[in-house]
């Protein structure tokens, strides 16, 4: 953009901030984590803005509750700074404009940019943070192969292109490894990144590491641990909006969201402060109606669209997969690759554990054969793993059970085979690169 546009642009996003003509309130009460606002409550709308005039200009807020005397919203800043009597009014709800200029940016939850390389350009259709799904009858299928490159992924739990894929694993077991490893895919049109509460220092590293083959192709949405929860929880929905805008024209996108449980965090936060009580271990009842509504937004488009490839990540609190987020997630994806903390601390990376994980498509993916030699994978390592302490208690004598000696001579050299990290090339066979492995 020149000069000129790059002023349009500024005075455009502004305006939307301090429209000319507004509504107004005042601010009555205080709190730690949101303010309330008196005088607006017949203009407002749930999850519509509210923007704040004091000392250090305009604050934005959110809408998350409102009755008779007054609206409690929750500010986008972090901190508080907010005073009794200060004049609020009517923003309206955020949007959106997307354009295919945005591939290569990284911007925050609020479309602001953090790269340094001037303000983002605006296109002409608005995209809402909170766009229903397709309909579910005028979706296309899911039935195009998708080669992640990851071995042991392409295997055991193959993918389609316009399915979602969980990843669920405690901290520090590989989950944002193998995410990288995913944003290094080829055979997408655009690819489309959230980071949720992820550390600041890990931002820098993952666009420049694992991003970096794709980064001229994709868009990047950042909220780091230390901002509000308000922005926390709206860094996936501002991804989402920005995917499905790519969609719509037609493009395959990739996208990318590390953490789906951060997000749940940060919607637990906004709906305590909002007033609703807490039902299964602090959370509210809307996170668990906001995240298949946030969910079922990725997966194909309509009929002659393009298609959401969806890699959720899911912070499995204390190792406990029955924890009720990473419980209503499992339920609502096309699958689920589960990170074991025991395989992990086998030095055996990626740490899948393959009896535990399940690709709800993988039909469309395996030949016949495939399927076959899948499911004899399986019930060999499965064979394995439950006589390992019997073996290594001497119970068992080499010769009483043929399958279990086949399974002792195999299951080492395939655990051999599926190992990969980050650097390593990515795997164009997989089935093929695990017969040579059990070959040699």
């Known amino acids: 953009m020149n000069a000129l546009e790059r002023l349009a642009a500024v005075v455009e996003a502004g305006l939307e901030d301090c429209p000319p003509a507004r509504v107004g309130g005042l601010v009555r009460q205080v709190a730690p984590t949101y303010f ?47 005073g009794l009597g200060e004049r609020a009014f009517r923003v309206g709800p955020l949007q959106l404009h997307p354009s295919a200029l945005w591939k290569g940016r990284v911007i925050n939850a609020l479309g602001q940019p953090l790269d340094g390389q001037g303000p983002v350009p605006r296109g002409p259709q608005p995209m809402p943070l909170d766009r229903d799904p397709p309909p579910a009858m005028a979706r296309s299928r899911v039935e195009k192969p998708l080669r992640t490159g990851v071995r042991v992924v392409d295997i055991f739990t193959p993918l389609c292109q316009g399915q979602r894929m969980g990843i669920f694993a405690g901290s520090g077991v590989g989950k944002s490894t193998l995410l990288s490893m995913f944003a290094g895919c080829t055979g997408f049109d655009t690819v489309v990144v959230a980071l949720v509460g992820e550390r600041g220092r890990e931002v820098r590293e993952f666009l420049e590491g694992p991003l970096a083959p794709n980064r001229g192709r994709a868009v990047v949405v950042v909220s780091t641990s230390d901002e509000s929860p308000m922005l926390r929880r709206m860094a996936p929905q501002a991804a989402l909006a920005i995917a499905e805008h790519f969609r719509d024209a037609g493009e395959s996108v990739l996208l990318i969201v590390d953490s789906v449980t951060r997000y749940a965090h940060a919607a637990r936060d906004v709906a305590l402060a909002a007033g609703e009580p807490a039902v299964a271990r602090g959370y509210a009842p809307s996170v668990f109606s906001t995240l298949p509504k946030l969910l079922e937004r990725a997966g194909p488009g309509e009929e002659g669209r393009g298609s959401i490839t969806g890699i959720f990540s899911v912070l499995v609190d204390g190792d406990d997969h029955n924890d009720p987020v ?14 074991d903390r025991a395989i992990a601390d086998q030095g055996r990376f990626p740490a899948v554990n393959v009896l535990r994980s399940v690709s709800r498509l993988s039909g469309s993916v395996w030949s016949e054969s495939e399927r076959e030699l899948v499911r004899r994978l399986r019930a060999m390592i499965a064979r394995f793993e439950d006589t390992r302490d019997l073996r290594l208690m001497g119970g068992y004598q080499a010769g009483s059970d043929p399958e279990l000696d086949q399974a002792i001579a195999a299951v080492p050299r395939i655990y051999d085979a599926l190992r990969q990290v980050p650097g390593m090339p990515p795997s164009r066979d997989p089935f093929a690169d695990l017969a040579a492995a059990l070959r040699a």
């Not at 305009?58 to 700074?81: F, H, N, S, T």
């Not at 339920?331 to 589960?338: A, E, K, N, P, S």
Request: aromatic residues 2%; proline residues 2%; without cysteine.
């Open 326 to 339: 990473a419980d209503a997630i499992r339920g609502t994806l096309d699958g689920h690759i589960v990170l």
């Open 36 to 82: 309330e606002v008196s005088g607006l409550s017949h203009a407002l709308r749930l999850g519509e803005r509210v923007g704040v005039e004091g000392e250090r200009g305009v604050r934005l807020g959110e809408v998350v509750r409102i009755d008779g005397a007054a609206a409690v919203v929750k500010p986008y800043d972090g901190q508080m700074q907010v």
